[in-house]
């Protein structure tokens, strides 16, 4: 499903572009401090912070802020899942229990490819969208 040619993003070698995550349900401070996090990365980001009309293709991930994960945040997760059919989601929630395991029970409970707790570490997130990346590839 992927269109990037490896995790790390980048055009050469043949690539078919850099990795695109749409971030969903986020305000700009978090948009802002994911473009830093993965600003070595070369992996591009939309949202509403900043808006991208230039993805015809889709997103290879969506990262979603879900508050609320077990009221209301199903609705937000279901209506990302319609619009983007087949694309892996993570999401992320400070009622999220510390310790949770990212891909376990939670995570198919609420239909995405990982789960993270807030606050979420640097290294934590990019791990996650990494692994997450490999397995839709």
């Known amino acids: 499903m992927s269109r990037?040619?490896?995790v790390n993003g980048g055009k050469?070698?043949?690539g078919l572009g850099p990795v695109r995550i749409?971030?969903?349900d986020a305000d700009c401070a978090l948009f802002g401090l994911l473009e830093e996090w993965f600003a070595a990365s070369g992996w591009q980001?939309?949202?509403a912070c900043q808006p991208d009309q230039t993805a015809p293709d889709g997103y290879d991930l969506i990262l979603v802020d879900v508050p609320f994960p077990r009221a209301?945040?199903?609705?937000?997760?279901k209506s990302l899942t319609r619009e983007?059919?087949?694309t892996p989601m993570i999401a992320l929630s400070s009622n999220f229990f510390p310790g949770v395991e990212s891909n376990?029970?939670?995570a198919r409970e609420l239909g995405v490819a990982a789960v993270l707790p807030k606050p979420v570490t640097r290294e934590a997130l990019v791990g996650a969208v990494?692994?997450?990346l490999q397995i839709a590839r």
Not at 72 to 77: H, Y
């Open 4 to 6: 990037a040619p490896d």
């Open 12 to 14: 050469g070698d043949g």
């Open 22 to 24: 749409l971030v969903a």
């Open 45 to 47: 980001l939309a949202g």
């Open 72 to 77: 209301g945040g199903q609705d937000v997760l």
């Open 84 to 86: 983007h059919p087949g």
């Open 104 to 106: 376990g029970a939670v």
């Open 130 to 132: 990494r692994q997450v």
